[in-house]
Each structure stands twice: as C-alpha cells, then as structure tokens.
C-alpha cells in the first residue's frame, strides 16, 4: 500500500520569504515522488518529480524539494515566494515496484503568499 | 507536443439525469488513462484507470462507469446522478511505460447536481 501525508491544511507566508511545504509518504517499495500546483477552477500542473538520482531536485516556477529517505519525507520549497505563487499544492506518490501509473494524492495544502 | 482535453467545463445537471463526461488526448499513443474527482477544492479520489481500449478498472463502486472507445478518448458516464456526484472531474494521462511518467491533467470539468 501506499500513502500520502500533507500535514498542514494551509501555509501562509510574506511575499519575499521562503516557503516550504511539508509532505510525507509511505510506500513499500521505491518511491516516486511528484508535486503539483492547482489553481481555482484549474486542472493540477506539474512542478517536479523525484525519482532517483540527487536528493534535491529543481522544477517549475523556481521550486525544489528535498526527498530525505530516513524522513520519508519529500517537502516542496522555495527561496522566495510571490503574491502569484498563492494556490493549492499537491504531493503525489507512487510505489516503483507496483501498481505502475496509480498515484497517491494528498490532501493539498494552500499555499497563501501575502503582500 | 501532448494536449488533454475535457468537455464540458461546466455543467449543471438534475438529480436523475444521466451523465456523459469527455476526455481526449492528442500527441500520444496508447496513454494510460484516468478518472479522478475533486470535492471541495481539496484531495483527488481516483475513480478510474484504463491501460488500453476496452480495459478499464474501478477504484470504488459508486454510481458511475467509464469507457474507452478508442485509443485517446475515455469517458465517465452515470445512468442516473445522485447529489453526492457533484465535484470537479479531472481526466489524466501518463505514457505507457510505467511508474516514472508523469501525470498530465486535463482543464477539468465542474458538475452540479441539482
């Protein structure tokens, strides 16, 4: 089985700060680990995926996230946030040994990014 | 270059009519397929998957199907809503190969039951 934990229901954060977004998981065998970005009345975009390699991976729009095997965690940042980057962010997870193509989906978290 | 289409955006519909959602993927060939909902702006439920034409799979029996005629078209069906169908539809796609691929999504589709 797998899942997917986005422990914070909504972030907010000063335009110009940094961000993160927190998002853990649970798979039993390797993990693929993708964010994705919903804006209202918008189908989900993708931002990045992690899937083997380095640790750090860059995306869309600025955004990187951290995949931290001893954490199981996978969380979504960046340096500097703007007014524009405000939505509903999602953290996804697939189990590489099963189940090719069905994602796991968390519950989403917005993302408010204040003047 | 890939493009996934849903038609209608919109849709209001009564309780006890039928229903016939629509997706199209152009650009691609033999795409994994996908039926997810969205209620109340948060989590995605997976509804459907299809591997290939004719194949498809339920993720949770509800009052809903889905179909694939050809290649790149899927489509979600009802014979008769409920109130608790209303949500916003969204239709995905992946390449064949496997677990790696990304999930692309189409613009979605906002259905009210009356």
């Known amino acids: 089985a797998q899942s997917v934990a986005q422990p914070e229901d909504q972030v907010n954060v000063a335009e110009g700060n940094p961000l993160t977004v927190k998002c853990t998981y649970s798979?039993?065998?390797?993990?693929?680990l993708f964010w994705y970005v919903q804006y209202p009345n918008r189908g989900l975009q993708f931002l990045l995926k992690?899937?083997?390699?380095?640790?750090l991976v860059k995306g869309s729009y600025g955004f990187e996230a951290e995949f931290n095997k001893s954490q199981t965690s996978f969380h979504l940042k960046k340096p500097s946030a703007l007014v524009s980057d405000s939505a509903l962010y999602f953290c996804?997870?697939?189990?590489?040994?099963?189940?090719?193509?069905?994602?796991?989906f968390g519950d989403g978290t917005t993302l408010t990014v204040k003047p | 270059s890939q493009t996934i289409h849903q038609w209608p955006a919109t849709l209001v519909q009564p309780v006890g009519s039928p229903l016939s959602l629509e997706c199209t993927v152009e650009?691609?060939?033999?795409?994994?397929l996908y039926w997810y909902r969205q209620a109340a702006g948060r989590g995605l439920q997976l509804l459907f998957y299809?591997?290939?034409?004719?194949?498809i799979s339920s993720e949770v029996p509800q009052n809903l199907s889905a179909s694939r005629p050809q290649d790149r078209q899927f489509i979600l069906s009802s014979k008769k809503l409920l109130l608790s169908d209303s949500g916003f539809y969204l239709c995905?796609?992946?390449?064949?190969?496997?677990?790696?691929?990304?999930?692309?999504f189409g613009p979605g589709t906002r259905l009210t039951v009356l």
């Open positions: 996804a997870v697939r189990d590489g040994n099963t189940n090719a193509g069905k994602s796991t």
């Open positions: 650009g691609t060939s033999n795409p994994n």
């Open positions: 798979v039993s065998g390797n993990p693929y």
């Open positions: 299809s591997v290939g034409i004719g194949q």
């Open positions: 995905a796609w992946t390449r064949l190969a496997g677990a790696t691929d990304t999930q692309y």
């Open positions: 992690y899937i083997t390699g380095d640790n």
